[in-house]
C-alpha cells in the first residue's frame, strides 16, 4: 500500500536539529504543552495540584496563555465557555483526586451543551495504577471510572511516548459532531520523568465530518416541500456548527415557521415574521407545533425543556436531524438523520422545492399575540422591564452566561438573542454557579469585547471566588447579581408544591462592599436604574459588578 506523504508538516532546519539533539530539562509536562500547541491551542485553564506540577512547571517553557480560577468546577465553566464561543478545543489542566473530582459538575455541563473541553488530570504514580491499593495522597481505585458516564472518551496513559498521540486523538472526539468533553489522565511520575524525545512538532488530529445519508435527505425534502403547514425547532446544534444562515435561508425558501430551543438561542432572528422566538414553555406554541403536518427538528432531542416537560405530541411527520445518535427518536418516532446541522441544512436546502404560504407570517403573529396575552394577564411588569433594561444595556455582539436563576428562566423564553452563539446558560444540566466563571472564559477567549454574567445571590456564592480570578487577569466581565434573599425558583417551587418552602432561605454577604474587598468596582442598584447602571458597568474596563435587590416571579407554567 502507497502512503501519500504530500501534505505532512515539514520541519524546519532548527526543527530537525531540535529532534536529533533535543534541549535538556524537559520532562514528561512539556510533552503535554507541546502537543496542545502543535495542535493550535493558545489558552489553558485549570487550577495546579501536587500530582499535576510537572504539567504547570512546562507553563512557563510555553508560549500556551493560562487562566487559573480557584476552584476546579469553575475552570470547567470557563473552559466550557471557551469551547462555545471559538468553536475550538479548551483545555483544562487538573490535579488528581479531589482536584479532578471537583470538575465533574462542569464537565456534565461540557457535555449537555456539546462544548469541546479537553481535560487533563494528572494521576498517582503508574505503579498505583490498577485499584491495588497503596495509599497515595488522592488515591482512586480508579479514576477514570468516575468520568466515563460523562463524557465522550476517556484516555489513559502509561509512558511519556503515548502522550502525543493521547492528547490528539482526544483533541479529535472533543471536535467530532457532537463536540464535547474529553478525559486523559497521566501518572504524576510519568510527567516528572525527564525525557529525550524530540520537541512535539505540529500534529493533525482534524476531526471526520458526519454528512447525512443522501436517501434521507431526499425523503425529508420531498416531506417539507409537499407539507401543508411546516414547522422547524431549531436547536443547539444549529448555533454549535455555524449553520443558522443556512437555517434562515431553508425557512424561508418553506415559509416555514421556527422556534428556537433554550439552547439554540440567537439561531434564528428574533423579529423575523417566519420567528415563534423560544416560547417552549407555552402550550400555545406547544399547540401550534403539534398543529404542524410536517415539523423539521434540528440539533435538538426534544428534551424536558423543548417539549414544554414532555407534553408535546407532535401529530404529524417528524424529521430530527441530530449528530448524537443516542437522541434519534429517543422521545418521538421520527425520520431520524444522523448529521451534523449544517451539513444536512446545506443538503436539504439544495433538495426541498420552493413553496409559498401567505398565511404563516399571520399565524405567527396570531401566536405571539396569544403568548403576549397570556403573560400581560399575569401582573409580570417588573420582571418584563428587568429583562428589558438588561437587553438595552448589553451591546448586540457582546456575549452573555445565565446561571439558573429566575431572571434566566425569563432569558429563556423572552430575551432576544440578536447573534447566534451570544447568549448562554446552564440549562444542559441544570448546575448551578455557571454564569461568572463561564463569563470569564468568554473573556478570555475575546477581551475585545465586554461579557455579561447573570446570577441570583445563591448561585452566585457558588463562583464568588473567581472575582479574584477577575481582578488577576482584568477580565471584562459585568456580573448583575440579582439578590432576592434565597433560591427564588426553588422557593416559588417549594411553595406551589407543598404550600410553604423549607431550606430556600439563606443569609448573604453585602455584595458590593465583597466585590469592592477584591478591588472590583461594584454599584447596588434598582429596577428604574438598572439599565443605565449596567450600561455604565459594561462600558468600562475589566471586571464589575452591579447588585439588584429584587424579588422576581415565574410567569405561570402551562404543563400542569
Do not use: C
Amino acid at each position: 500500500m502507497s502512503h501519500d506523504h504530500d501534505d505532512r508538516p515539514r520541519l524546519t532546519e532548527a526543527q530537525a536539529e531540535a529532534a536529533l539533539n533535543p534541549p535538556p530539562g524537559r520532562n514528561g509536562g512539556d510533552l503535554v504543552v507541546e502537543s496542545l500547541q502543535g495542535l493550535g491551542a493558545t489558552t489553558v485553564f485549570g487550577l495546579p495540584g501536587q500530582h499535576a506540577l510537572g504539567m504547570f512547571d512546562a507553563l512557563r517553557r510555553s508560549s500556551l496563555s493560562y487562566v487559573g480560577l480557584r476552584v476546579e468546577n469553575n475552570a470547567g465553566f470557563a473552559a466550557d465557555a471557551y469551547g462555545r464561543i471559538t468553536g475550538e478545543v479548551a483545555p483544562l489542566l487538573l490535579s488528581t483526586g479531589p482536584g479532578a473530582l471537583t470538575s465533574l459538575a462542569a464537565l456534565q455541563e461540557a457535555a449537555a451543551a456539546s462544548a469541546p473541553v479537553l481535560a487533563i488530570s494528572s494521576q498517582i504514580p503508574t505503579a498505583g495504577l490498577g485499584g491495588g491499593r497503596h495509599g497515595y495522597l488522592h488515591e482512586l481505585r480508579d479514576q477514570k471510572a468516575s468520568f466515563r458516564d460523562v463524557v465522550k472518551s476517556v484516555h489513559t496513559v502509561r509512558t511519556a511516548s503515548q502522550i502525543p498521540s493521547a492528547i490528539a486523538a482526544a483533541w479529535e472526539s472533543a471536535l467530532t459532531a457532537p463536540h464535547g468533553p474529553v478525559w486523559i489522565e497521566i501518572p504524576q511520575d510519568v510527567l516528572l520523568a525527564e525525557t529525550t524525545l524530540p520537541p512535539v512538532s505540529a500534529m493533525d488530529a482534524t476531526p471526520r465530518e458526519l454528512y447525512p445519508r443522501p436517501e434521507l435527505t431526499l425523503a425529508a425534502a420531498r416531506l417539507l416541500s409537499r407539507a401543508e403547514r411546516p414547522a422547524i425547532v431549531a436547536g443547539g446544534g444549529v448555533v454549535r456548527s455555524d449553520a443558522s444562515g443556512k437555517l434562515l435561508a431553508l425557512a424561508e425558501k418553506l415559509d416555514a415557521p421556527v422556534v428556537t430551543t433554550f439552547g439554540g438561542k440567537g439561531a434564528f432572528p428574533w423579529e423575523h415574521p417566519l420567528s415563534l422566538q423560544s416560547w417552549l414553555e407555552d402550550r400555545h406554541t406547544t399547540d401550534f407545533l403539534e398543529s404542524a403536518d410536517v415539523l423539521l427538528v434540528i440539533g435538538s432531542g426534544l428534551g424536558e425543556l423543548s417539549s414544554n416537560y414532555h407534553t408535546f405530541s407532535p401529530r404529524g411527520r417528524v424529521i430530527q436531524i441530530e449528530a448524537d445518535a443516542g437522541k434519534l427518536e429517543s422521545n418521538h418516532p421520527a425520520l431520524g438523520i444522523h448529521s451534523d446541522a449544517r451539513e444536512a441544512l446545506a443538503d436539504l436546502l439544495e433538495a426541498v422545492e420552493t413553496r409559498e404560504d401567505p398565511t404563516a407570517p399571520r399565524r405567527v403573529r396570531t401566536l405571539l399575540e396569544q403568548v403576549r396575552a397570556r403573560i400581560e394577564a399575569q401582573d409580570l411588569t417588573l420582571e418584563q422591564r428587568v429583562l428589558a433594561s438588561v437587553r438595552e444595556a448589553l451591546p448586540d455582539t457582546a456575549p452573555s452566561f445565565w446561571d439558573m436563576t429566575i431572571l434566566a428562566y425569563w432569558a429563556w423564553s423572552a430575551f432576544d438573542a440578536r447573534h447566534p452563539n451570544t447568549m448562554h446558560s446552564a440549562q444542559g444540566a441544570g448546575g448551578l454557579g455557571y454564569a461568572f466563571p463561564a463569563a470569564l472564559g468568554a473573556a478570555a477567549a475575546d477581551p475585545s469585547r465586554p461579557v455579561l454574567a447573570v446570577s441570583g445571590d445563591g448561585g452566585s456564592m457558588y463562583s464568588i471566588a473567581e472575582l479574584a480570578t477577575a481582578r488577576q487577569y482584568d477580565l471584562p466581565v459585568t456580573w448583575l447579581i440579582v439578590d432576592d434573599g434565597g433560591y427564588g425558583i426553588l422557593r416559588e417551587y417549594m411553595t406551589g408544591a407543598f404550600g410553604e418552602a423549607t431550606a430556600t432561605e439563606l443569609a448573604r454577604p453585602d455584595f458590593v462592599a465583597l466585590a469592592e474587598s477584591f478591588g472590583v468596582p461594584a454599584v447596588r442598584t434598582s429596577p428604574d436604574a438598572l439599565a443605565a447602571d449596567l450600561a455604565k458597568a459594561l462600558a468600562e474596563p475589566g471586571p464589575s459588578v452591579v447588585v439588584l435587590p429584587a424579588l422576581l416571579r415565574m410567569f405561570a407554567p402551562t404543563h400542569l
